[in-house]
């Protein structure tokens, strides 16, 4: 996983509650068998009208919010199904940091399972950073995870909360798999005690 | 040491280390893989530049997407295809032990594990796949795992856990004629509730489980999912060993003996602590079926179709009311008699050799009903192949059944066997939601023996009046 220490970057703003996953990525195309590739129908209902074309209205249609990295939008991002597909069609599109004033559970873990970094801050704060946004390129956030704050464009600084334990997964990009790894030693240890007490456990080798 | 359980003991053998916050890095035995799954989770390991850790213990096979016609032909639907051929891929660069689709061992994974002795007694077990539950038949801890977990395996041949709560069912005494695995299995369900397992693992015990073959052992186990728990098992035993005893990547001679003297020590000892323990009459348990769309919504076969207004919950009222209406049926009729539409046997619950034999008991020199559709999906082409052999399949044949290749099949419609909507079946899975087997499908679990019944009567009947 890649590490997240500071990010400057285009924010788009997506001023609306409950966007589920639903939004993020349309059950349809769950039947795939890549994780990567998702991001080009990240929020497809509304980025692309009925015959394929974009949406020219909608903010991840135009310029610089084409290439964000930051979203915001309101209350409780990423509720409905668990899919953990979501997570990865908003990284295929570019996006690292998601800030909300809340979030649904399971999105925010896998959030942090795929290298997103979600920030929840207050509503009027969220309001805040929104306007921000809109002003384009020359307006880039600036989130410095190590300090814990989010910069404003004039330079203001918006401190916010993160578990200590997921601070440090972000800042050294490490997984799930990549922390059990840590205890690579202790997994061979027993992996050798096994070898000795049960020595007639089999292994599967087709020729 | 305090007295404990199966599981306990599984459990205990298999921590690697008790991390501070309580979750355990718990070492796996047998990582099980299939085609709708595994494909994220190779590209996970594929991006991040990691190895399969033990391509050894892990083992790969098709089923869930597969046709079960002829497979000469090449695979119609894309995404089907799509997926299959890139399990095979993913196999190839991993070094993974794999079952293709036209080998005789191909199967449904919960099948083939046991069926290869490649789930054995005492060992952990897991599969991207909610029914992996089934291997605990052998005496084993086995569940089912999320995508990103089955990465997580990949890497590391562990997973973070933190243990389940301990439950006894207890079923003693000995079950009536015509009463099977799946009788006794939907009777528990219905006695526990689809949550009554939540947070547990299920220890099944008493005469009338140590009295199953493993076949019904394997059934029990299955539905302990539809019972809410995380896995159920069986503590293994003289059958067990039998069973396990020759089978291709079992262990052998000298090698199988020591196995056997250690997984005797793994039986619940004493006076080990259950958070939860039920008992159950095996002499009331009859031939039973669901009605609604719920597993908990059983009934004996000769019942009445419950009514919704002497439920005095008001939400579960509304549940039934809603249930009644999509499988179109009335409140207080009797539930035989009840005609369907296709007749569907097979799924990892019950396409095993035995249950085979026991549609076979009941399909011998009768025709299926004019207008059922009836189909046979054996659990694993050496399933397809032992039948044959015996003769079962011109039994199913001369009858009128469809005889198929192995796969999930119907059970889940992943492939071309689905129900068409209002299509009511009478089938030996183990899931009646609406729409499982196909939008707008009525699904009847049942046994495969009722199924059978079902199929030459054209509804819904009580087997035991055949044989
Ligand atoms: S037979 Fe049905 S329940 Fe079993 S693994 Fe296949 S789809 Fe799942």
Known sequence: MEKFTTLSAVAAALPEDNIDTDKIIPARFLKTTRRTGLGKHAFDSMRYRPDGSENPDFILNQEPWRHAEILVTYDNLGCGSSREHAPWALLDFGIRCVIAPSFADIFFNNCFKNGILPISLPRDVCELLMADSSMGSNARLTIDLPRQVVIRPGGEEVPFEIDPFRKHMLLEGLDDIGQTLQHESEIKSYEQKVVGERPWMPVITLD | ?467
Request: proline share 6%.
């Open chain 2, 1 to 467: 040491m305090a007295p404990r359980t199966l599981f306990d003991k599984i459990w205990d053998h298999h921590v690697v280390e008790t991390l501070p916050d309580g979750t355990s890095i718990l070492y796996i035995d047998r990582h099980l893989l299939h085609e709708v799954t595994s494909p994220q989770a190779f590209e996970g390991l594929r991006l991040a530049g990691r190895k399969l850790r033990h391509p050894e213990m892990t083992m790969a096979v098709v089923d869930h997407n597969v046709p079960t016609s002829d497979r000469t032909q090449p695979i119609e639907e894309p995404e089907s295809r799509n997926q299959i051929e890139t399990l095979e891929r993913n196999v190839k660069e991993f070094g993974v032990p794999y079952f293709p689709l036209l080998s005789a061992s191909q199967g449904i994974v919960h099948v083939v594990g046991p069926e290869q002795g490649i789930s054995l007694p005492g060992m952990t077990i897991v599969c991207g796949d909610s029914h992996t539950s089934t291997h605990g038949a052998m005496g084993s801890l086995a569940f089912g795992i999320g995508t990103s977990e089955v990465e997580h395996v990949m890497a590391t041949q562990t997973l973070l856990q933190r243990p389940a709560k301990n439950m006894r069912v207890t079923v003693e005494g000995q079950t009536g004629p015509g009463v099977s695995a799946k009788d006794i299995m939907l009777a528990i369900i219905g006695h526990i509730g689809t949550a009554g397992g939540t947070g547990h693992v299920i220890e099944f015990a008493g005469s009338a489980i140590r009295d199953l073959d493993m076949a019904g052992r394997m059934t029990i186990c299955n539905m302990s999912i539809e019972a809410g728990a995380r896995a159920g098992l069986v503590a293994p035993d003289d059958t067990t060993f039998a069973y396990v005893r020759n089978r291709p990547f079992a262990p052998k001679g000298e090698d199988f003996e020591k196995a056997v003297a250690f997984w005797r020590t793994l039986a619940t000892d004493p006076g080990a602590h259950f958070d939860k323990d039920v008992t159950l009459r095996a002499e009331d348990i009859a031939p039973s079926l669901t009605w609604g769309t719920s597993p908990e919504t059983v009934l004996p076969i000769t019942g009445t179709v419950p009514d919704p207004a002497l439920e005095a919950d008001e939400s579960k009222r509304v549940q039934m009311q809603r249930m009644l209406e999509y499988m179109g049926l009335e409140a207080g009729q009797k539930i035989a008699g009840t005609p369907v539409d296709v007749v569907f046997i097979g799924s990892c619950t019950n396409s095993r050799i035995e249950d085979l034999r026991a549609a076979a008991q009941v399909a011998a020199g009768r025709k299926v009903a004019e207008g059922v559709r009836a189909m046979i999906v054996p659990g694993s082409g050496l399933v397809k192949r032992q039948a044959e052999e015996e003769g079962l399949d011109r039994i199913f044949l001369d009858a009128g059944f469809e005889w198929r290749e192995a796969g999930c099949s119907m059970c889940l419609g992943m492939n071309p066997d689905r129900l068409t909507p209002g299509q009511r079946c009478a089938s030996t899975s183990n899931r009646n939601f609406e729409g499982r087997q196909g939008p707008g499908g009525r699904t009847h679990l049942l046994s495969p023996a009722m199924a059978a019944a079902a199929a030459v009567t054209g509804c819904l009947t009580d087997a035991r009046e055949l044989v």
